[in-house]
C-alpha cells in the first residue's frame, strides 16, 4: 500500500516550457488535491476533484490545468512555466471524512 | 471564502516545556479542524483533528481545544522533545470536508 505517489520527486524548468505532474492514489479515495508550498505562506490549493472526471478551481489556479481521468490519477498541467511557479508542489488525496494523505512533494525550479 | 490565521510563527521552547499554537477561522460553517505536522523536506502528516461538536480533544502528549463561538482552536503539546521540532499548520474544512484551508505555519523549536 504505497498511499500517495507523486513524481517526479524535482524537476527544473526553463521559462515557457510545460510539464505534468503525475499523483497516484491506492486508497481508492475520491478527493484528490493539489497545493503549493511557499515559505511563510503555508499550503495554498491549486485544483481539486470530487472525483474521476471532475476538477475545481481552489485559491491559486492561474497557469495551472488538471485532469482526472482515472480515479486512481490526478495530473497537474503547467503550460508555460513562469519563475513565479517555483514552488514545493504536494498533492493529496482524501475519502471524503477530511483526513487528507499527502504525497512526498515535488521541487520545482523555473528559470 | 474561508481565511485561517495561525501565531505565532515561530516558537522557541526548553525540552519539557508546554507549546501552544492558535488558530482563528472566519467561516462559522467551518466544521473540521486538522492539525498537521511537516518535518524539514518532508510531507505534512495528520497529527490530529477535532469536529465541531466537540470541545477538546487528547492524543498522549498533544490535545486540541475548539471554541465555535469565538472562532478559533488551539494545539497544545506538553512536555515537548527534541523530535517535536517541526512545522505544524493548522487548517478548516466546511463544504462535506472538501476542501481543507490552512494557516501559514508555525515552527516550533525544541532545545535540549
Known amino acids: 500500500n504505497a498511499g500517495v505517489t507523486q513524481t517526479p520527486k524535482f524537476r527544473v524548468l526553463k521559462t515557457g516550457q510545460s510539464m505534468t505532474l503525475l499523483c497516484a492514489q491506492d486508497?481508492?479515495?475520491?478527493?484528490m488535491y493539489w497545493y503549493r508550498q511557499d515559505p511563510g505562506m503555508g499550503l495554498r490549493l491549486i485544483h481539486y476533484?470530487?472525483?474521476?472526471?471532475?476538477?475545481a478551481k481552489g485559491e491559486v489556479p492561474d497557469g495551472y490545468n488538471v485532469s482526472r481521468l482515472k480515479k486512481q490519477n490526478f495530473l497537474l498541467g503547467l503550460e508555460s512555466a513562469a519563475p513565479s511557479q517555483t514552488s514545493v508542489y504536494f498533492c493529496?488525496?482524501?475519502?471524503?471524512?477530511?483526513?487528507?494523505?499527502f504525497g512526498n512533494g515535488t521541487r520545482l525550479t523555473v528559470t | 471564502g474561508e481565511n485561517v490565521e495561525q501565531h505565532p510563527s515561530t516558537l522557541s521552547v526548553q525540552e519539557g516545556d508546554s507549546a501552544v499554537i492558535k488558530c482563528t477561522y472566519s467561516?462559522?460553517?467551518?466544521?473540521?479542524f486538522p492539525w498537521y505536522k511537516q518535518e524539514l523536506g518532508k510531507r505534512p502528516q495528520l497529527i490530529i483533528d477535532?469536529?465541531?461538536?466537540?470541545g477538546e480533544k487528547k492524543d498522549q502528549r498533544i490535545a486540541v481545544t475548539l471554541n465555535k463561538t469565538a472562532k478559533h482552536f488551539s494545539l497544545h503539546i506538553t512536555e515537548t522533545q527534541p523530535e517535536d521540532s517541526a512545522v505544524y499548520f493548522c487548517?478548516?474544512?466546511?463544504?462535506?470536508?472538501?476542501?481543507?484551508?490552512f494557516g501559514t505555519g508555525t515552527r516550533l523549536l525544541v532545545s535540549p
Open positions: 477535532i469536529r465541531s461538536n466537540v
Open positions: 487548517a478548516a474544512s466546511n463544504e462535506g470536508f472538501q476542501k481543507l484551508v
Open positions: 493529496a488525496s482524501s475519502s471524503g471524512t477530511g483526513k487528507s494523505h
Open positions: 467561516d462559522s460553517a467551518s466544521n473540521y
Open positions: 486508497m481508492n479515495h475520491e478527493y
Open positions: 476533484s470530487v472525483g474521476e472526471g471532475t476538477t
